[in-house]
């Protein structure tokens, strides 16, 4: 079946914690996106890649990071500088930038 | 003023009814407009992709899109608890752009 994986499904951290949240496609989809989501506060946009060893920040880059080595894989980190993580956070991905976008089944972060 | 304005509900409404799902928005420059389904916890989906102005139909569902109003529909018939989700607006200028989401309508359908 192809599709996008976000993986895990629930992930606490910790105070001065890095965590990394995985999220691997195999619709051999050249682009890949980060999406945040809050309640009420709609999708907001971290980071987004048009192609292999390329990224680009959207509207709330700071405090994350996020590398494309592999074009089925696009991590996002939530370093310790982001200081409000507690959020679901949504991959995507689409044949093109910015054409029909699917996502993930998203990923819950907390802080313990 | 937001670029894409979607009033978060929740909507209610009884199995069987007619569902109206609305956005609006101020750029006029959007061209492409999609319509997502998000259940609780869940990724959304893309349900209805159109092109500029016009309707399009898809089974239950029917995106509308009136671009001198700028404003923009989907209607679900006869809706059935199934349906009961957050509904997304999305749309962009071009194919190339980013995507403007609305912060998405609740919608209730009881049995």
């Known amino acids: 079946d192809g599709g996008i994986t976000q993986s895990p499904k629930y992930l606490f951290r910790k105070e001065g914690q890095n965590v990394t949240l995985s999220c691997e496609q195999n619709l051999n989809h050249d682009a890949m996106y980060w999406y945040r989501q809050d309640p009420g506060q709609g999708l907001r946009l971290i980071y987004y890649s048009q192609i292999v060893n390329d990224f680009q920040k959207g509207d709330i880059a700071e405090g994350y990071s996020v590398s494309r080595e592999k074009k089925e894989s696009f991590p996002l980190t939530v370093t310790s500088a982001q200081k409000n993580p507690t959020a679901f956070y949504l991959c995507?991905?689409?044949?093109?930038?910015?054409?029909?976008?699917?996502f993930g089944s998203g990923t819950q972060l907390s802080v313990l | 003023q937001k670029e894409v304005e979607q009033d978060p509900g929740p909507l209610s409404v009884p199995e069987g009814a007619i569902v109206s799902l609305n956005c609006t928005y101020s750029?006029?420059?959007?061209?492409?407009f999609m319509w997502y389904r998000q259940y609780s916890r869940k990724g959304p989906e893309l349900l209805m992709y159109?092109?500029?102005?016009g309707n399009k139909e898809d089974g239950r569902f029917t995106a509308q899109v009136d671009k001198s109003s700028k404003y923009i529909s989907l209607f679900i018939r006869d809706s059935q608890p199934s349906d009961s989700a957050t509904y997304l607006c999305?749309?962009?200028?071009?194919?190339?752009?980013?995507?403007?989401f609305g912060k998405g309508t609740s919608l209730l359908v009881t049995p």
């Open positions: 995507a991905s689409s044949i093109s930038l910015w054409e029909k976008l699917f």
């Open positions: 999305a749309m962009s200028v071009n194919s190339g752009y980013a995507l403007n």
């Open positions: 159109t092109y500029s102005s």
């Open positions: 750029n006029s420059a959007f061209q492409y």
